[in-house]
């Protein structure tokens, strides 16, 4: 558009147009090429400063490559099994590019604010989003799997196709995400996608409940790393990493709590979680086998049976939905049908457990070969117990509390 195209009177105060489908796709491959270089720095530089590594610059390349692809849950086959364990807390630095990306392509062009006399809206419309959104995933997207064809070396080969379809879902969900709330509040994100009014009321009363759950899951890893942390720090000092390898250990370990946070959400629902093959850890007891040199795993429960009044943690959920259902019911008139706010009640439950089910199946994956080849908890098992809980919870309190301000006088 030219400069005397945007000062006639039909263009004033029109919205923002965005960046177009080229600007789009090279903002995904700079998003994915600066969240690469966000991994490949810190283990370049604890290369060049080990003074005993035996490493070529070109394999620290590599497995800086590959760290980055496992931040994607892209699968990484090595000799004799596989690796796709994602450490959740370094894969908000994927995740944290895209929405940079997505909130700069629904910016539109800097030199919008430059005209005089021209105003520009804050919000482009959805459909002006769409083909720049889809540019900048297959932008993202190329360059992840780009990065997995040439970090291919020393045994382990990256799952092409799995890197194609993570950056760009990734990408599409992230920066379509951000692109869609650039200038808009989220309510008005809710009227321009149209969603159903059921789906609408409940989104608040589930977002509390997922993030209540997972906060509750946050204390039982803080209290299982207090309790255990003799052990913990026994095996980190067995492991003897030095100054550098100690930093880099303990930027993993950082990464794989919102794992394991995860992972109590699903103990707290009752079918526990796995850490290897034919082991489980679940209110009744754990039962492992060998485990590697982790530190953090010293907090994991050793083999043994726990007493039986540990199953009273199945009953936080359905606390967690009993919550949900008081704020649903507080939010919907006295006059409303009862039958209406038990159905929200029973939504907002189904929603929270779906989108933790889906959370905690991200979470899991293959920590290596062998005995590790499974690790997590089994999500469809998840969604159906904590789906369970929670409605039970949400539809009993959402019943009573509507019932009790139903019958008081007016």
Same mark, same amino acid.
């Given at each position: ?36 270089? &966000? ?23 590599? *497995? ?36 940079? =990306? ?66 760009? *879902? ?107 093959? =034919? ?5 009744? &007891?754990?039962?492992? &086998? ?14 043994? =049976? ?11 959920? *359905? ?16 006059? =409303?049908? *009862? ?72």
């Amino acid at each position: 558009m030219s400069l005397l195209d945007r000062l006639r009177p039909d263009h004033l105060d029109t919205a923002r147009e965005p960046v177009g489908a080229v600007g789009a796709a090279l903002s995904g491959a700079g998003a994915a090429l600066l969240s690469l270089l &966000g991994v490949a720095l810190p283990v370049l530089l604890t290369w060049a400063v080990s003074p005993d590594t035996a490493a070529t610059w070109g394999q620290a390349v590599r *497995v800086s490559a590959d760290g980055w692809l496992l931040l994607h849950h892209v699968e990484l086959t090595v000799p004799g099994g596989s690796v796709s364990l994602p450490p959740l807390g370094l894969t908000a630095l994927p995740g944290l590019a895209c929405w940079w =990306a997505g909130r700069r392509i629904a910016a539109g062009h800097l030199d919008d604010d430059l005209v005089p006399g021209v105003r520009r809206g804050a919000a482009p419309s959805p459909r002006a989003l769409v083909l720049p959104v889809v540019a900048m995933a297959a932008g993202y997207a190329l360059v992840v799997t780009v990065v997995a064809l040439l970090a291919r070396g020393d045994g382990v080969r990256p799952v092409a196709w799995q890197a194609s379809l993570a950056g760009l *879902v990734l990408a599409l969900v992230v920066g379509g995400t951000a692109a869609l709330r650039h200038g808009r509040p989220s309510p008005a994100v809710a009227d321009t996608l149209r969603l159903p009014a059921r789906l609408r009321r409940c989104a608040r009363p589930a977002a509390m409940a997922a993030v209540s759950l997972v906060g509750l899951g946050a204390l039982v890893v803080a209290g299982a790393l207090l309790v255990h942390h003799d052990r913990v720090q026994s095996l980190h000092r067995a492991l003897d990493p030095g100054v550098v390898g100690g930093a880099v250990l303990t930027v993993a370990e950082v990464g794989v709590v919102p794992n394991l946070v995860l992972f109590a959400v699903a103990w707290l629902a009752g079918p526990g979680f796995a850490v290897g093959v =034919a082991t489980s850890v679940t209110p009744a &007891g754990s039962t492992l &086998g060998l485990l590697p040199l982790v530190p953090l795993l010293g907090a994991v429960p050793a083999t043994g =049976a726990l007493p039986p009044v540990m199953w009273a943690v199945v009953a936080v959920p *359905v606390l967690v939905g009993a919550g949900a259902g008081w704020v649903v019911a507080r939010r919907r008139p006295a006059e =409303a049908r *009862v039958l209406d706010v038990v159905a929200d009640g029973l939504t907002s439950a189904a929603l929270a457990a779906a989108v933790l089910a889906a959370a905690i199946t991200v979470a899991g994956g293959a920590a290596g070969p062998g005995a590790l080849a499974a690790v997590g908890a089994s999500g469809w098992k998840v969604a159906l117990v904590l789906a369970a809980e929670l409605a039970a919870g949400a539809a009993a309190s959402a019943w009573a509390t509507h019932r009790r301000r139903a019958a008081r006088p007016a």
